[in-house]
């Protein structure tokens, strides 16, 4: 029996994985969605079938545990399937200080956000490679790109090498007829900054700061089948804008200028939060 193709979703039932499952499936993409809530997922995936007609696979799967992306593509080519479309975007923060949490509490950030990212890459890519196409999304974020802020100590950094691995991915494959993209959204409506419990801080943020996840999604399917559409991908206007600026700012100012607002989008204090969905 010939493998189909799927597209495979981390940390699907909830803010922009969900939006990416949905739109995906609205493709007639076929779906594996993971993610550690189980009900939510099969509810996505129970619409999902029945609106779009596509296969929904689901897969509970804890990223922060090593053996997890393994065991998630090895349940994919038992089903009969193969993973054509990667979208990498489980993730979780550690608020405050670095020392705050434990050290076993930041290794856990680091196996979801890159170890996790890097083998389910490393072991799709021979299938794409094989079939002669593929699409690599990997969710990053503007944070990646301005300067590190103090408080979630490791988030922008783990966001900046998301950023770095999919420029490297998508220069390898250049002749492939793989597409990587680092998607770098801002400000994002999602249940994120409730979980991570920094809301009261960023609801204080300007409307215009923010964008849908519906909106980052749609701006990303569109923008990676682009012939010269950049690695890294920055949705909206403001978003644009900031992630200019930091790149034509002295570095002094934009470290300054970072230092200054920390407070006002990050935990300071002892804090931490998990959003896997």
């Keep these: 029996m010939t493998a189909q193709a799927i597209a495979l979703v981390t940390g699907a ?72 479309v990667l979208v990498n975007n489980a993730g979780f923060a550690v608020g405050g200080y670095y020392t705050a949490a434990s050290w076993p509490e930041q290794a856990r950030f680091m196996q979801v956000m890159v170890h996790a990212v890097a083998e389910l890459t490393h072991r799709a890519l021979p299938d794409m490679l094989e079939h002669g196409r593929g699409r690599i999304i990997n969710v990053a974020s503007v944070a990646g790109i301005v300067a590190g802020s103090s408080g979630h100590t490791l988030y922008a950094a783990s966001k900046a090498f ?92 934009g470290y300054a200028l970072v230092k200054k607002r920390s407070g006002d989008f990050r935990l300071q204090a002892p804090a931490h939060g998990d959003d896997q969905h």
């Design 13 to 84: 039932s909830a803010g922009i994985g969900e939006a990416f499952a949905r739109q995906l499936a609205a493709q007639g993409h076929h779906l594996a969605l993971t993610a550690r809530r189980r009900d939510r997922l099969q509810a996505l995936a129970d619409e999902l079938e029945a609106k779009h007609g596509v296969t929904c696979l689901v897969v509970e799967a804890d990223l922060a545990q090593a053996e997890a992306a393994q065991h998630l593509i090895e349940a994919i080519h038992r089903a009969g399937f193969y993973v054509d």
């Design 162 to 253: 998301l950023i770095k691995f999919s420029e490297s991915l998508a220069m390898e494959n250049d002749a492939t007829g793989i597409r990587v993209q680092a998607l770098c959204p801002g400000f994002t409506w999602s249940e994120f900054h409730d979980v991570i419990g920094n809301r009261h801080l960023v609801s204080q943020m300007p409307n215009y700061m923010w964008m849908r996840a519906e909106e980052v999604v749609q701006a990303s399917l569109a923008a990676i089948d682009q012939p010269k559409a950049p690695v890294m991908f920055v949705p909206g206007r403001v978003n644009r804008f900031l992630a200019f600026l930091s790149r034509k700012l002295p570095y002094r100012w």
